[in-house]
């Protein structure tokens, strides 16, 4: 099991961790918040130099699980200085999504469950597709996006860098 550190504890990171769990490929350190308390059965790291300690250790992955608030731009600026620090991001599918073997899904994006993803989808790194989302063929998908729970994107749709696409929308 890979090693896996999570960045924010609010209720994103709730949904986060039940597809984390699924997919039984990541064992949870914890999660760095300025909140301290457990969250769920996992450890809340309050220490802003942890990450700083183990930026060297090539075994431990970390994934934003803090939301789009309004605006990517605390999630960017996160993965923009963790990336500069060659941290690794996973990219992570629920057990219970379907992605084609013929797409293409960056690092840092998180696949919630009930997603359909079909043949030649691009999906950008740092990106949610939450919950019961169906992307079609030939849609791309930039960085840094949140596409909402039962969002659909029909083929051939481009949706830009930093763009978030509300609940039940469809285009």
């Given amino acids: 099991m890979k090693k896996l550190i999570l960045i924010g504890a609010g209720g994103h990171a709730k949904s986060c961790i ?3 769990e699924s997919t039984k490929k990541f064992k949870i350190l914890g999660l760095i918040d300025k909140k301290n308390k457990n969250f769920f059965d996992y450890k809340v790291i309050t220490d802003d130099k942890y990450l700083e300690k183990e930026k060297n250790n090539k075994r431990l992955s970390v994934y934003i699980s803090i939301g789009f608030i309004k605006s990517p731009k605390n999630r960017i600026k996160i ?8 941290f690794h991001f996973p990219s ?22 009930f997603v359909v993803i079909n043949s030649e989808v691009k999906i950008g790194y740092n990106t949610i597709v939450n919950t019961s989302s169906l992307i079609e063929h030939d849609v791309k998908v930039g960085n840094h996006c949140h596409i909402s729970t039962g969002t659909i994107l029909n083929g051939g749709v481009t949706v830009g860098d930093g763009t978030f696409i509300g609940s039940g ?3």
């Fill in 18 to 20: 039940d597809v984390i």
């Fill in 79 to 86: 993965f923009k200085k963790l990336k500069k620090r060659n």
């Fill in 92 to 113: 992570i599918i629920s057990k219970f999504a379907y992605v084609s073997r013929r797409s293409n899904i960056l690092e840092g994006t998180m696949i919630h469950h």
């Fill in 169 to 171: 929308s469809y285009c």
